[in-house]
């Protein structure tokens, strides 16, 4: 009798050892271990960027950008490549606010079937409207990273460790940028700090700086300049003597040109606002850009 329960006892270990064995080896594997790649998509060239950063020694990592370096997310049309990347992508990271509508509306005929993450989670928004453009307060842009390195962590835990690493480097990077923009702009007076770009795109980078924006069109590029707000402009461009007129890497020149012809005024360069310049050009990083911008601006403000 205790020899048969012992058997009992034992075939009923070996047989839940079986079952856990078999449930063990049925468990599908973590996409990282099993060596499929990551499909991640950023809206536009600034994302991209930080995403390639953060995930900086992850070949399992794949990344495109929607909208390609030198084109405006703002009015930017996706094509049917476009659309067959992101039905096939995990991940996709936005900026909403309204910025890349027509990526938006992609994401929601493609077919795409993985996550969308909106990197402005955090961010204390423009009071008076939703202007998209946050990024250009470098305090933003480290919000923007700790968004993105926390939803790599979540898409994929196992390499958490790197994640963390490479997002505290890229971290410490824009915290030392941001010192070097207040220190540069500080040297500018006070009452110089005004300058005149192609449209509203710079008001989260005036705020922190201290330097004040103005320009004829508003938030978005498609926007169009009524007769009134430029005349209004140039009255105060003359009455101020304001010399700091610039025109954007996306926007067309004309009306910006026009505006510094009816002052007398001289365009004192470009300015990269909405995207990052292609590899050969001056910022093809966020870093650079924010470098050029405010290296520009503040050549032009001491003239």
Same mark, same amino acid.
């Given at each position: 009798?205790?020899?048969?329960?012992?058997?009992?006892?034992?075939?009923?270990?070996?047989?839940?050892?079986?079952?856990f064995?078999?449930?063990?080896?049925? &468990?599908?594997?973590?996409?990282?271990?099993?060596?499929? /790649?990551?499909?991640? !998509?950023?809206?536009?060239?600034?994302?991209?960027?930080?995403?390639?950063?953060?995930?900086?020694?992850?070949?399992?990592?794949?990344?495109?950008?929607i909208?390609?370096?030198?084109?405006?997310?703002?009015?930017? +049309?996706?094509?049917?490549? *476009? &659309?067959?990347i992101?039905?096939?992508?995990?991940?996709?990271?936005?900026?909403?606010?309204n910025?890349?509508?027509?990526v938006?509306?992609?994401?929601?005929?493609?077919?795409?079937?993985?996550?969308?993450?909106?990197?402005?989670?955090?961010?204390?928004?423009? /009071?008076?409207?939703?202007? /998209?453009?946050?990024?250009?307060?470098?305090?933003?842009?480290?919000?923007?990273?700790?968004?993105?390195?926390?939803a790599?962590?979540?898409? *994929?835990?196992?390499?958490?460790?790197?994640?963390?690493?490479?997002?505290?480097?890229?971290? +410490?990077?824009?915290?030392?940028?941001?010192?070097? !923009?207040?220190?540069?702009? +500080?040297?500018?007076?006070?009452?110089?700090?005004?300058?005149v770009?192609?449209h509203?795109?710079?008001?989260?980078?005036?705020?922190?700086?201290?330097? +004040?924006?103005? &320009?004829?069109?508003?938030?978005?590029?498609?926007?169009?300049? &009524?007769?009134?707000? !430029?005349?209004?402009?140039?009255?105060?461009?003359?009455?101020?003597?304001?010399?700091?007129?610039?025109?954007?890497?996306?926007?067309?020149?004309?009306?910006?040109?026009?505006?510094?012809?009816?002052?007398?005024?001289?365009?004192?360069?470009?300015?990269?606002?909405?995207?990052?310049?292609?590899?050969?050009?001056?910022?093809?990083?966020?870093?650079?850009?924010?470098?050029?911008?405010?290296?520009?601006?503040c050549?032009?403000?001491?003239?």
């Amino acid at each position: 009798m205790f020899i048969r329960k012992s058997f009992l006892f034992i075939g009923l270990f070996i047989a839940l050892g079986l079952i856990f064995a078999l449930h063990t080896y049925n &468990s599908p594997p973590h996409p990282a271990r099993e060596g499929k /790649p990551l499909k991640v !998509v950023a809206s536009f060239t600034i994302l991209k960027d930080f995403c390639e950063k953060i995930t900086k020694g992850l070949p399992h990592i794949k990344i495109w950008a929607i909208v390609p370096p030198e084109a405006d997310p703002h009015s930017y +049309q996706p094509t049917p490549l *476009d &659309s067959k990347i992101l039905s096939k992508a995990d991940v996709i990271f936005i900026n909403g606010l309204n910025f890349e509508k027509n990526v938006e509306k992609m994401i929601q005929s493609s077919g795409f079937g993985g996550k969308v993450y909106k990197v402005t989670g955090g961010v204390k928004t423009r /009071p008076d409207l939703s202007d /998209p453009h946050t990024w250009h307060d470098v305090q933003n842009a480290i919000l923007y990273v700790k968004n993105i390195r926390d939803a790599f962590i979540k898409e *994929d835990p196992d390499h958490r460790s790197i994640y963390q690493e490479n997002g505290g480097d890229l971290i +410490q990077i824009l915290e030392q940028l941001d010192l070097w !923009v207040k220190k540069t702009v +500080q040297k500018v007076p006070l009452e110089k700090r005004v300058v005149v770009t192609t449209h509203d795109a710079f008001w989260y980078f005036g705020k922190a700086y201290d330097i +004040q924006f103005l &320009s004829p069109v508003g938030i978005t590029t498609e926007a169009e300049a &009524s007769a009134k707000d !430029v005349a209004t402009l140039i009255d105060f461009i003359r009455d101020h003597n304001i010399k700091a007129i610039f025109v954007e890497n996306l926007a067309s020149p004309r009306l910006i040109e026009q505006i510094a012809r009816e002052t007398g005024r001289s365009l004192k360069g470009t300015l990269y606002a909405d995207s990052l310049s292609a590899s050969g050009g001056p910022a093809p990083h966020y870093a650079s850009m924010i470098k050029h911008n405010v290296q520009t601006i503040c050549k032009a403000l001491i003239e």
